[in-house]
C-alpha cells in the first residue's frame, strides 16, 4: 500500500487482483488490514468506505451485499431503473403552521 492510497484505492486494488465479486464483511477485514487501521477508529472508517464505494462508479453494489468492480459486470446488473420510484412529494405544496414555534418577528425576522 502506497502511503496516499485512500480506502477505495486499496479496495479497488484487492477486488482488481481477485477478479471476482466479495462480500462486504471480506471487503472491509482486507482493507483495514492493509490500511493498518487503529482498533478504535475501525467502526467509522467501515462506514466510511461502505460510502465511499457507494459513491465511487468504479465499484458496483451487488445482491447480498456483495461488491464488484463496476466494469465486470454487464449494465443490466448494475443499472437501477428509477423511473419507476414514485416519489410523496404531496406535502410540498401545503402551507406550513409555524404556530407551535417562537419564531422571531419584524426587525428580528431574517
Known amino acids: 500500500m502506497t502511503r496516499?492510497?485512500?480506502?477505495?484505492?486499496v479496495a479497488y486494488e484487492f477486488l482488481a487482483k481477485?477478479?471476482?465479486e466479495v462480500d462486504f464483511a471480506r471487503l472491509w477485514e482486507?482493507?483495514?488490514?492493509?490500511?493498518?487501521?487503529?482498533e478504535e477508529k475501525r467502526k467509522r472508517k467501515k462506514s466510511q468506505l461502505y460510502s465511499e464505494l457507494m459513491l465511487?462508479?468504479?465499484?458496483?453494489?451487488l445482491d447480498n451485499n456483495k461488491w464488484d468492480l463496476r466494469n465486470r459486470r454487464k449494465f443490466s446488473e448494475v443499472y437501477v431503473n428509477t423511473s419507476a420510484i414514485e416519489l410523496d412529494d404531496?406535502?410540498?405544496d401545503e402551507p406550513v403552521d409555524n404556530?407551535?414555534?417562537d419564531l422571531p418577528k419584524g426587525e428580528d425576522a431574517y
Do not use: L, W
Not at 30 to 38: A, F, L
Not at 56 to 61: G, M, P
Open 18 to 20: 481477485r477478479k471476482k
Open 4 to 9: 496516499n492510497q485512500t480506502v477505495t484505492d
Open 99 to 101: 404556530s407551535g414555534f
Open 30 to 38: 482486507e482493507v483495514s488490514k492493509r490500511m493498518d487501521i487503529p
Open 90 to 92: 404531496d406535502d410540498a
Open 56 to 61: 465511487d462508479s468504479r465499484f458496483a453494489a
